[in-house]
């Protein structure tokens, strides 16, 4: 069975904070993939990242950057400088081989950005 | 906007009802995927099709069913409503039977947020 388990529920930070959010897995299959998304208060999801399981290179993009840690089966995700508009839940998802058709989601983290 | 798009994007009802919440995937994408959204079980997989037949299922209850149409939008019927039932259901497509574009991405609509009372 997969899990994806994100520990922290609401991380308020003030504006221009670097914050990071953290997202711990567990899944059997040799090859994965792991995704995050993004619901700002409007409620849809906003696709972030995807990675596979044999790609651990840190990425950035932009203000964001994605830290893949296989040994500590971690996906955390940073995010430097903070602004208001980061204000969303986030979440983090597993989906197992490619063609598997299912992601399992962790339960999200409320990130608020304050002024 | 992904071009997904679900209709209604709110609907109120009472117990006991049934509903049916309707999704138009993006062009061109064979796959559509249902998910719940509840404040007690978070985002959960309910049923996956492609191209018109089921190609998975989730933690779908006997009450909801789901079909896909030949013009490949697909509804969700929800029937016997009960008030756990309430939550916002989530369509989301992608080209692939598997679910993945070469991005990785699933497309999601902006939800039916669904009130039972």
């Known amino acids: 069975a997969q899990k994806v388990t994100q520990a922290q529920t609401e991380i308020s930070v003030v504006e221009k904070e670097d914050v990071t959010l953290d997202c711990v897995y567990e899944?059997?299959?040799?090859?994965?993939?792991l995704f995050w998304y993004k619901q700002p208060p409007s409620g849809e999801l906003v696709f972030l990242i995807r990675?596979?399981?044999?790609?651990?290179q840190n990425e950035i993009s932009g203000r964001y950057s994605w830290n893949f840690q296989k040994s500590t089966s971690s996906f955390n995700f940073t995010i430097t400088a903070s602004q208001v508009v980061d204000s969303a839940v986030y979440f983090c998802a597993l989906s197992g081989l490619l063609g598997s058709n299912k992601l399992t989601f962790g339960t999200g983290t409320q990130l608020k950005v304050e002024l | 906007d992904s071009g997904v798009t679900q209709t209604p994007k709110h609907l109120i009802t009472a117990t006991g009802q049934r509903v049916t919440l309707r999704c138009s995937p993006r062009?061109?994408?064979?796959?559509v995927y249902w998910y719940q959204q509840s404040l007690d079980q978070g985002l959960q997989f309910l049923i996956q099709?492609?191209?018109?037949?089921?190609?998975a299922k989730g933690n779908i209850l006997e009450r909801f069913s789901a079909q896909q149409f030949p013009d490949l939008h697909s509804e969700l019927n929800l029937s016997s409503l009960e008030l756990g039932d309430s939550a916002l259901y989530f369509c989301?497509?992608?080209?692939?039977?598997?679910?993945?574009?070469?991005?990785?991405?699933?497309?999601f609509g902006e939800g039916s947020r669904l009130t039972v009372l």
């Open positions: 990675r596979n399981s044999f790609d651990e």
């Open positions: 099709y492609y191209n018109g037949e089921e190609r």
């Open positions: 899944t059997r299959d040799t090859t994965y993939y």
């Open positions: 989301a497509s992608s080209p692939l039977a598997g679910g993945h574009t070469n991005t990785g991405e699933l497309f």
């Open positions: 062009s061109g994408d064979l796959s």
